[in-house]
């Protein structure tokens, strides 16, 4: 691998502002202070289904990362790469146990958060013909248990902010978008408010009001 | 944390036999030769939402893992916790091209397998409600994209093994409980044939043939 950004260059962010997916990656790069450069993809012109992007993923999605000769699809995935590579300990430990409690984070962004919150927006937002009451289902559900993490800790994981966090930050701080009212989770909004006070946070457009 | 194995007690699993979430666990462990205690969850009579079980994962999910002080829930989570202490380099890289690669596979495990194979053999194999049509629109997508990736490359990241396959590997390899064909996928068929041909490993019930 070539130290792209020793060598002045920074790594290429394929990018959709709207995206949370997209978005979870310019929040910690802006975090953890690791330049990146944006490239935005004209998405309702759909580009992200042509060349050069669907070479670089063939699933059509975005965010895409290339670093050099490093090529990543899947927020979660750029994010574990960008901080093993350039963020420190700090956002991704490496001892076992901390891993482990990471990706527990990073398998619900995968998973609950893209099926609730994120979906209920892609309806909500851009009209997307999707299963808008198994959205709101899944959203009520991973919403509550995350609002019992939080009311016995700070943090997702690691007890300090890691990419966990900004892994499952976007489409909950989002949340309202898709027609999710955040009132009944005190602490949810609480553990927004800590992220968007940590230094370099970067806002997008459409967070909650707490944040 | 006590290094539980050095002290003679294997991690606990607390099982399901037929989940393909907990197969991955049995598998890796199998694989990479990790002692693991199974126990089994009674999951007709409910006893994943009750005490001892639900107190260690508030999800009422298996499989959960229990290491000493550590307890984990979430298969990708407990496949990296254990090979990061116990499995070596070879399962799970240290570096951070290897780690993005890996942990896209992850996100694939948790989110279009889960959507995909998975959901469609709960509903073939165990008669749950959900959206049988939608499961398999996700199972054909990620089929196809998995077959395109395995024409290029005979493992999931990383060139060898890695926990990448085993979090892939059993709901794929059982998708015809879900009456999905693999006739179509002749490289997901070699692959599966390949992991079924790694030293130590371990089969569950309903395998595809090829397997």
């Given at each position: 691998m070539t130290d792209t950004i020793a060598a002045g260059r920074a790594p290429v962010l394929y990018d959709l502002e709207p995206s949370g997916n997209c978005y979870k990656v310019r929040l910690f790069a802006s975090l953890a202070q690791i330049p990146l450069e944006r490239r935005p993809v004209d998405f309702l012109a759909g580009d992200h289904k042509r060349e050069p992007v669907i070479g670089l993923n063939p699933w059509g999605e975005l965010p895409v990362l290339v670093d050099g000769d490093v090529v990543l699809r899947d927020s979660q995935a750029i994010l574990v790469y960008l901080a093993r590579r350039?963020?420190?300990?700090?956002?991704?430990?490496?001892?076992a146990c901390r891993q482990g409690e990471v990706v527990q984070w990073l398998s619900t962004a995968a998973n609950e958060i893209q099926h609730g919150p994120c979906t209920a927006r892609l309806i909500?937002?851009?009209?997307?013909?999707?299963d808008e009451a198994a959205a709101r289902r899944t959203g009520d559900r991973i919403l509550g248990l995350l609002e019992a993490h939080l009311v016995r800790s700070d943090w997702l994981a690691a007890n300090r902010p890691t990419i966990a966090d900004c892994a499952v930050f976007p489409y909950v701080a989002l949340a309202g978008e898709g027609g999710i009212d955040l009132a009944p989770y005190p602490f949810i909004r609480a553990w927004i408010a800590r992220i968007a006070q940590l230094p370099h946070f970067l806002p997008t457009a459409g967070l909650a009001p707490a944040a």
């Open positions: 350039y963020g420190g300990e700090a956002w991704w430990p490496g001892d909500r937002k851009f009209g997307m013909a999707l």
